[in-house]
């Protein structure tokens, strides 16, 4: 028998709390309540399916979490197309309903968090998807957990997935040892000596701890480090660059998100300087540079990211993508992809939506999906210790401005090492998690 919950209990009282929660949240279709997304045809998705047989669930509410204003905005209209995609090939597989609703987190974890508590009370989805900010993702999944709601998260910050688990929250991001594990020999290669600029939030902190500590260990030395504002107080980094320069650094490593990198670049090109250096980005994600030029992209030399669409493959995806959406395709879609069909596949499987059911059917999952398996070049499973997606971490760097491409999506950056996921994720033991 299903076991009661403190989500239950929630539910139970939502309507008695129902207008505190909104008013916290915003209302629907503004301010980061609940708006149902709709298909390319422009119905509300989930009205049109059949019911599908065997006694399982034939429905599911599912939130999407992300950035729809703020320093992330661009993010949020990914995460509801791959998001929204994977639904439609589960409802074509399955006779089954979706309905998406989105929830701007604004990249405020106490914005977050209320949306979620409005999302699950008052809205009553199922299960939750999202967050790209490790801060945001960190608010939610942990509320989200102790109330029995299954979350899959979408930062890298190793937080989520180390001692601070949770035991119904997931992350379909490559995490920062996935891809730390694997910059820093080829940053160590590159140059001897690095200095490393980092936001100074819970997921840039563990990123460049991670990297200064394993570039030492590759024989490189760290000469300086900087923590930048966060949220950023001002688009002028000439002071940290200025330190950059006056270092015996042949290296800048930029451990920054958003737009930030191509930004520094820019400031460092105008002030002569970035020449100099062997440039790290860290996670770097395509939109940044499509903002700013190709120039930034052709200047990066080293970059680790969990997707680029450069990795063979995918094609159909990618093409529908460029054609649905306002982004051409990187890597926030396709985590999207990956966390909606893993959520409503484990709930089929499992014939259940109860979080423990559908933990168990997630731990120890090997995917099979077609679509996913034909965009990761290699092995994609959910760990069960910690609840990392273990997939492959690539190693990117700018192409020559001459190669890159435009049509049919813009693809700025080739893929210098594909590592599978075991070989750079950390082992259970050094994770802390207690699962």
């Not at 992330?72 to 609703?101: M, N, S």
């Not at 939610?140 to 102790?146: E, I, L, Q, V």
């Not at 002569?272 to 120039?295: N, S």
Request: glycine share 12%.
């Amino acid at each position: 028998m299903r076991q009661t919950t403190r989500r239950d209990v929630l539910k139970g009282v939502a309507a008695s709390s129902t207008v505190g929660l909104a008013g916290l949240a915003g209302c629907t279709g503004g301010g980061g309540g609940g708006t149902e997304t709709t298909n390319s045809g422009g119905t509300t998705q989930g009205t049109t399916m059949g019911k599908a047989g065997g006694g399982g669930p034939t429905s599911f509410t599912v939130g999407v979490f992300s950035a729809f204003s703020g320093p992330f905005a661009d993010w949020g209209p990914a995460h509801k197309l791959g998001a929204t995609i994977a639904a439609e090939d589960v409802q074509k597989d399955h006779d089954v309903q979706v309905t998406i609703k989105q929830y701007d987190t604004e990249t405020d974890p106490s914005a977050a968090l209320d949306r979620m508590k409005r999302a699950v009370t008052a809205d009553g989805i199922d299960f939750a998807f999202g967050g790209i900010s490790s801060a945001v993702c960190s608010s939610m999944g942990t509320w989200a957990s102790d109330n029995g709601v299954v979350y899959v998260a979408d930062g890298s910050s190793g937080t989520l997935t180390g001692k601070d688990c949770k035991p119904y929250m997931f992350r379909t991001y490559s995490s920062n040892p996935m891809m730390s594990n694997g910059v820093a020999p080829k940053m160590a290669d590159l140059a001897d000596s690095w200095y490393l600029l980092y936001a100074d939030y819970v997921w840039g902190q563990n990123a460049q701890s991670i990297i200064g500590s394993l570039l030492k260990k590759e024989g490189a030395a760290v000469v300086g480090s900087d923590a930048t504002p966060w949220p950023p107080t001002s688009n002028d980094y000439t002071q940290y660059l200025n330190n950059v320069a006056n270092s015996d650094a042949t290296g800048l490593a930029l451990v920054e998100p958003g737009g930030l990198p191509a930004g520094m670049m820019k400031q460092a090109r105008n002030m002569g300087i970035l020449g100099d250096y062997k440039v790290m980005v860290h996670q770097a994600e395509d939109p940044t540079f499509w903002g700013v030029g190709k120039w930034a992209a052709e200047a990066v030399d080293v970059a680790p990211v969990g997707w680029n669409n450069a990795v063979p493959g995918g094609e159909a995806f990618k093409k529908e993508v460029a054609s649905r959406g306002n982004l051409d395709p990187f890597v926030r879609h396709v985590t999207a992809y990956e966390g909606m069909d893993s959520l409503l596949r484990a709930s089929i499987r499992a014939g259940s939506k109860d979080a423990a059911d559908v933990r168990g059917a997630l731990e120890g999952y090997e995917i099979t999906n077609s679509r996913i398996n034909d965009l990761e070049d290699g092995k994609v499973y959910w760990r069960a210790c910690d609840h990392q997606l273990v997939k492959p971490t690539y190693i990117i760097s700018g192409k020559a401005q001459a190669d890159m491409q435009d049509t049919p999506y813009k693809s700025w950056f080739t893929i210098d090492q594909t590592l599978a996921g075991d070989d750079v994720a950390r082992s259970c033991a050094d994770t802390g998690c207690s699962f």
